[in-house]
């Protein structure tokens, strides 16, 4: 089949790559120059995709990327996967109705369109739809199939990669389904008919609003257990040998990415929207979780005043700076509000992650030194990457605040 998947990012990539490696001829639109130029060269800044495996997939000739959208005429089947974010604390589906209305004019009789960028209830339907048809003059559900597959891509997770992840799959009618379905069963090992459009949609936000609250209600119980002189960290362990009923949740520094700090707002305005009502446990779990930076650099501050140091003036060493261990992927990092917050209060801050290039005035490094560590007055954890040597941090820092619980216990490390 001829395949289109408009937006080349986290989720587009990993997608038209798949897609090209069963036998699909793939066209990934990406309207951003620059990016289009990159993958263009055969050169990929997805890292669950390598280099080699696009190149691999250009070298085959079942994908090429553009940013005409001329090249998106013939397809069989159209996946939009473009970013939604927030403006002003609330949905903005510019994205989607940009892509939507570069897509309608490309329209044949047939085709199917997919959206699986992640919205509120309601979006397809309403929103996607009528866009497609008033830019092709056809009707969907009768002159071509419109369904809804929420992405499901877990940067850097290398057990549970695109292919064999179930994928929830939905359409706007019986056919539209059964179409949406054969082509998601050609490129993963399992798919998950939905009742609906808004049931998918719905299934997508709530994912995360179940990690969201439940990372809220642990930093909470983090924040309590210090002033209860309670090692949270060991009731946390002892919990989660419990085999029923019970998930482990870790507290860290704050929630990132793309899904955990946006998706459940997404949900929430909606039901506000629509229904007049708030979900209070969305709303209570993002305002708990939106100061917990805050929180981090007070419980640096307030150990630095025990020791008689002050943190303005203080020389900081910050380890991670993207949102999850093992990525690039800096999106709504809370990392990097812990550093601007501690810049922000007058510490001389020098950031090390690994995952990102190096700036020209070594504010930030690629690897810490011996020394690094051993001349800083405080070393604060914000992301367990692998490449890290915590033994390191233990035996050379002279104080640490480990927010992800991954360095030794010692008296002079303390754990969030």
């Given amino acids: 089949m001829n395949i289109a998947v408009l937006g080349q990012g986290y989720v587009g990539l990993p997608l038209a790559m798949r897609a090209a490696e069963v036998g699909h001829h793939v066209i990934g639109y990406e309207p951003d120059l620059a990016r289009c130029a990159l993958l263009d060269s055969g050169e990929s800044y997805v890292e669950d995709v390598p280099s080699h495996r696009l190149r691999n997939a250009i070298d085959a000739r079942t994908y090429r990327a553009t940013s005409d959208a001329a090249d998106l005429k013939g397809f069989d089947v159209a996946v939009i996967t473009v970013p939604t974010p927030l403006t002003d604390r609330a949905p903005d589906l510019t994205c989607v109705r940009a892509a939507a209305r570069t897509l309608a004019g490309y329209i044949e009789p047939g085709c199917t369109v997919v959206l699986e960028s992640t919205t509120h209830p309601g979006t397809t339907r309403d929103v996607l739809i009528p866009l497609l048809e008033e830019g092709s003059g056809f009707i969907a559900g009768r002159d071509f199939s419109v369904g809804f597959s929420p992405e499901r891509i877990d940067p850097g997770n290398?057990?549970?990669?695109?292919?064999?992840?179930?994928?929830?799959?939905?359409?706007?009618?019986?056919?539209?389904?059964?179409?949406?379905?054969?082509?998601?069963?050609?490129?993963?090992?399992?798919?998950?008919?939905?009742?609906?459009?808004?049931?998918?949609?719905?299934?997508?936000?709530?994912?995360?609003?179940?990690?969201?609250?439940?990372?809220?209600?642990?930093?909470?119980?983090?924040?309590?257990?210090?002033?209860?002189?309670?090692?949270?960290?060991?009731?946390?362990?002892?919990?989660?040998?419990?085999?029923?009923?019970?998930?482990?949740?870790?507290?860290?520094?704050?929630?990132?990415?793309?899904?955990?700090?946006?998706?459940?707002?997404?949900?929430?305005?909606?039901?506000?929207?629509?229904?007049?009502?708030?979900?209070?446990?969305?709303?209570?779990?993002?305002?708990?979780?939106?100061?917990?930076?805050?929180?981090?650099?007070?419980?640096?501050?307030?150990?630095?005043?025990?020791?008689?140091?002050?943190?303005?003036?203080?020389?900081?060493?910050?380890?991670?700076?993207?949102?999850?261990?093992?990525?690039?992927?800096?999106?709504?990092?809370?990392?990097?509000?812990?550093?601007?917050?501690?810049?922000?209060?007058?510490?001389?801050?020098?950031?090390?992650?690994?995952?990102?290039?190096?700036?020209?005035?070594?504010?930030?490094?690629?690897?810490?030194?011996?020394?690094?560590?051993?001349?800083?007055?405080?070393?604060?954890?914000?992301?367990?990457?692998?490449?890290?040597?915590?033994?390191?941090?233990?035996?050379?820092?002279?104080?640490v605040l480990d927010t992800r619980r991954v360095v030794p216990v010692g008296d002079h490390i303390e754990h969030l």
């Fill in 158 to 399: 290398a057990v549970w990669r695109f292919e064999n992840t179930p994928k929830v799959v939905a359409g706007l009618t019986a056919d539209c389904l059964h179409r949406v379905r054969a082509f998601y069963d050609s490129i993963v090992e399992q798919t998950v008919p939905a009742r609906g459009l808004e049931e998918a949609e719905l299934a997508k936000v709530f994912e995360n609003t179940f990690r969201h609250v439940n990372i809220a209600l642990v930093n909470e119980l983090a924040k309590l257990g210090h002033l209860l002189g309670i090692d949270v960290g060991d009731a946390l362990d002892c919990a989660g040998t419990k085999p029923f009923g019970f998930m482990r949740f870790t507290p860290g520094p704050g929630v990132g990415g793309h899904c955990l700090p946006i998706d459940p707002v997404y949900l929430s305005h909606h039901v506000r929207q629509q229904l007049g009502e708030t979900f209070r446990f969305v709303e209570l779990a993002q305002e708990v979780n939106e100061r917990q930076p805050a929180y981090v650099v007070e419980r640096l501050q307030n150990s630095l005043n025990q020791s008689g140091k002050c943190l303005k003036g203080a020389r900081i060493l910050a380890l991670g700076l993207t949102y999850k261990a093992g990525t690039s992927d800096t999106r709504e990092s809370p990392a990097r509000s812990v550093v601007d917050l501690l810049i922000a209060k007058g510490a001389h801050c020098t950031t090390v992650d690994p995952h990102l290039p190096t700036t020209p005035d070594a504010d930030h490094l690629a690897e810490m030194t011996p020394e690094d560590l051993a001349a800083a007055d405080a070393v604060i954890v914000l992301t367990d990457h692998p490449e890290f040597d915590f033994d390191a941090v233990h035996r050379l820092a002279p104080y």
